[in-house]
């Protein structure tokens, strides 16, 4: 391997860094905590600069006839529909005059583009079928984020106006207010549900209250840094609000678990004999690297995200990175700073250890490592390599075949609580009025000129738009069209052409479905630029440009891993195996949230959320690239154990078991931290941040549990010596996380090492 690669152990910048740090480790911590305190006073200053929107796909036919509409015509998807109800009905001669009264002072408010409702258009879609409630549509100036400004005065104004009127709000901007809001509150109650859980976690692992709160304290420090950086990218670029609830859950975690295997590993020296100073630079050197090595691939894995077209995913991706970078430095400063200045007191045995070691010495004796239940499940594993290899693949496959029938949505008021005001007043605007009076489908025609020409061209359009199946009306400037025929007039008041084009508003048969509608529009022959709007085609296009992205985000995720690992691990086939092993976890978790969360299993486990019959789009993207990178994370800590013994005693089975062995515990205490950390996120009354929460602790496990104790040692022992075939003649390097100073070899017999636990300390392991 080269001697400049960055994972080689022959680079001494580790070895460096671990003596500056044992040279003055209180002007590093003091540096680091001045670094955090100013970002997180930076950060402080800035108001709430994150956005709710960003689903929309970059230039997309719909997302340009949005903006064509709203920029020239005032028209569009309304952002707030707000549903009068009438006590005397919609047509009741004072209610009507009340109606037009209530539209006019919505015209007069400030922030308001344009106010349409059925009392000023007569538009009988905006009456509904009780006929007691009527629809007031508004379009708010700005982007959605100052269109949420705009409403948070504009919606008591209304209210005050009122008069006999019973007013429910919905629409894009109010549900991204309410969605906000819930978001704020989630990410307290996760913070509040994950920390205690953890702490004790870490109190099982090292036994040692104050070895179990050095981990929290730099996940903390991790996440302000990330949060104040994630305020401060806010500024240049728009960043999802639930990139705050991601940033936190992955940021704590990742940081818990590198100042986990930090500490884990020093213990371990000191436990064999190391002296503090020594013991620290082992430290550093090794799992120090394990560390980098892990950090960049979780970040490669979510630069992914940054390749798909919608601001919601790359700023998430953003994050993601950030976060990552944020809990790997603090990792790498804090713990060994601390180490330096206390770390025989941190390794030392605290009182839970020392009375869990009385009963041990009251109890039968420690075992050797051929009893340790990692080690003797690793070798009952690759006694049957083929029938595991087979049966754990098939468990997983068919845990992914819900997976083969998902059906996504764009994020709408579904994805609120049942409870929410702005959930609820859109089901009773979808019950009452169908779905095209809030969502319309239009066609906007830039350019179009309103000459005899243009309006001759926009009479023929309309025709034959109105006789495409599943139309059952359109209207535009030239009036309203049947089945190819001439209607009527078309309402004055909608303004359906300007100076800068023309746009057409069609209307289905009740019942049809909306994305064929959107597809036979786009076929019908026009003789310009046509761009087909509203929701459903917003869907259309959005699953397809995520799809057409996809490969690349795929390309990216693999090759950078695999250049990654592949100089760290020195073997071919150990990041293709990783891949395999991490999409077989990823797509069994797929498929449990689809029979979850699309098809409504288990609520009374993971919480009730809306049973909304799709998974949203951007879900699966977003899964993807982070999960998938935790689970390679786990796949290089366990392949760095292995491939040490196997570096010190040639015998490939025996390194396999020993590795499990070796890393089995902290893997497990790894994986339980993180999937922790994101159920407390699956406690969200937001059903998308449930599902990111409760599918990534969900891959996280089976990742921790099925495939590496069962499917990565038959694997490896199938493959038997092809797992360390390396393109190079001369004699491999010692191991990666080479051993310690004082570890002893065996020599003559494989099955007979000793184990140590996260403690260093002779026993199971388990």
């Known amino acids: 391997m080269p001697a400049n690669s960055p994972f080689s152990q022959e680079n001494s910048a580790l070895t460096r860094w671990a003596a500056r740090v044992h040279a003055g480790p209180r002007h590093l911590l003091g540096g680091l905590a001045a670094v955090v305190l100013l970002l997180a006073a930076l950060g402080a200053g800035i108001g709430a600069p994150f956005s709710s929107d960003g689903y929309d796909p970059d230039g997309a036919d719909s997302v340009r006839a949005e903006a064509f509409l709203d920029r020239h015509l005032r028209a569009g998807t309304p952002d707030l529909v707000v549903l009068a109800r009438a006590p005397g009905g919609v047509d009741d001669a004072s209610t009507q005059q009340a109606g037009t009264r209530l539209t006019r002072k919505a015209e007069q408010l400030s922030g308001v583009r344009s106010a349409r409702s059925y009392w000023t258009t007569g538009d009988r879609s905006f009456r509904s079928r009780d006929g007691r409630s009527g629809l007031l549509v508004l379009r708010l100036r700005g982007d959605q984020r100052a269109a949420q400004t705009v409403a ?18 919905t629409g894009p901007a109010q549900v991204a207010r309410e969605a906000e809001d819930i978001t ?7 913070e509040l549900i994950a920390a205690p859980v953890v702490v004790l976690l870490l109190l099982l692992v090292f036994r040692s209250v104050g070895a179990a709160l050095l981990p929290v304290a730099v996940g903390v420090t991790a996440v302000t840094a990330a949060m104040a950086l994630l305020r401060l990218l806010a500024l240049v670029t728009p960043v999802s609000v639930f990139a705050q609830n991601l940033t936190t859950a992955l940021g704590f975690g990742l940081a818990v678990d590198y100042s986990l295997f930090l500490l884990a590993r020093y ?15 082992t430290t550093v050197r090794t799992a120090g690297r394990t560390v980098l090595a892990s950090a960049a691939t979780v970040a490669v894995s979510a630069a992914g ?29 804090a713990v060994p700073a601390l180490l330096a200045l206390c770390g025989p007191r941190l390794a030392r045995p605290g009182r839970i250890e020392r009375w869990y070691a009385a009963r041990r010495r009251t109890g039968p004796a420690p075992r050797a490592a051929h009893e340790d239940r990692w080690y003797r499940t690793a070798m009952a594993v690759m006694r049957r390599p083929l029938t595991v ?6 468990l997983l496959v068919l845990a992914a075949l819900p997976f083969t029938h998902a059906r996504f949505g764009n994020f709408d008021d579904r994805m609120l609580p049942a409870g929410t005001p702005a959930r609820q007043a859109s089901e009773e605007v979808r019950r009452q009025f169908g779905d095209q009076a809030a969502d319309p489908v239009f066609v906007a025609l830039p350019g179009l000129r309103a000459d005899p020409g243009g309006t001759a061209e926009l009479d023929r359009y309309a025709r034959r738009l109105s006789r495409a199946e599943g139309v059952a009306r359109t209207e535009t400037a030239t009036g309203v069209y049947r089945s190819g025929k001439r209607a009527g007039d078309a309402a004055a008041a909608e303004g359906y052409a300007g100076s800068a084009g023309a746009w057409v508003r069609v209307l289905g048969v009740p019942g049809a479905d909306s994305e064929g509608l959107v597809s036979r529009l786009r076929q019908v022959p026009v003789e310009r630029t046509a761009w087909v709007g509203g929701p459903a085609a917003l869907l259309s296009d959005t699953r397809s440009a995520l799809a057409e992205r996809l490969p690349w985000a795929l390309a990216v995720l693999a090759l950078g891993l695999v250049a990654l690992m592949l100089p760290f691990t020195r073997s071919v086939l150990a990041p293709l195996k990783a891949l395999a092993l991490s999409a077989l976890s990823l797509t069994a978790s797929f498929g ?40 390679t994370d786990y796949e290089l800590f366990v392949f760095s154990r292995i491939r040490e013994r196997y570096d010190a005693t040639g015998d490939s089975t025996h390194a396999i078991a020993w590795g499990l062995a070796r890393s089995g515990r902290l893997v497990t205490a790894s994986a339980l931290t993180i999937a922790c950390v994101f159920a407390a996120m699956g406690t969200s009354q937001m059903s998308q941040l449930k599902m990111v929460g409760v599918g990534t602790m969900l891959a996280v496990l089976v990742d921790a549990t099925v495939v590496r104790v069962l499917l990565l040692p038959a694997l490896m022992r199938l493959a038997g010596a092809a797992n360390w075939w390396w393109p190079s003649r001369r004699k491999p390097p010692p191991g990666p996380d080479g051993p310690g100073p004082h570890e002893e070899v065996p020599a003559a017999r494989a099955d007979e090492p000793r184990m140590l636990d996260a403690s260093g300390r002779a026993g199971s392991g388990s």
Request: charged share 15%.
């Open 267 to 281: 213990r371990e020296e000191t436990g064999q004999g190391a002296g503090p100073r020594e013991a620290l630079t």
């Open 184 to 190: 704020g509150g989630d990410l307290v109650r996760a």
């Open 305 to 333: 995200l940054l390749v798909f077209p919608t601001s919601f995913l790359r700023s998430l991706g953003y994050a993601s990175v950030g976060v990552v970078g944020c809990a790997a430095v603090a990792a790498l400063v």
């Open 152 to 169: 948070e005065h504009v919606v008591p104004e209304l209210r005050k106006e009122s008069g006999a009127f019973r007013l429910r709000v």
């Open 389 to 394: 290899t087979l049966l754990t693949t098939t």
């Open 592 to 631: 449990a949230l689809v029979w979850i969360f699309q098809e409504g299993h288990l609520r009374g486990l993971v919480g009730d959320f809306p049973v909304t019959g799709f998974i949203e789009c951007s879900l699966p993207a977003l899964m993807l690239c982070v999960a998938f990178g935790l689970a």
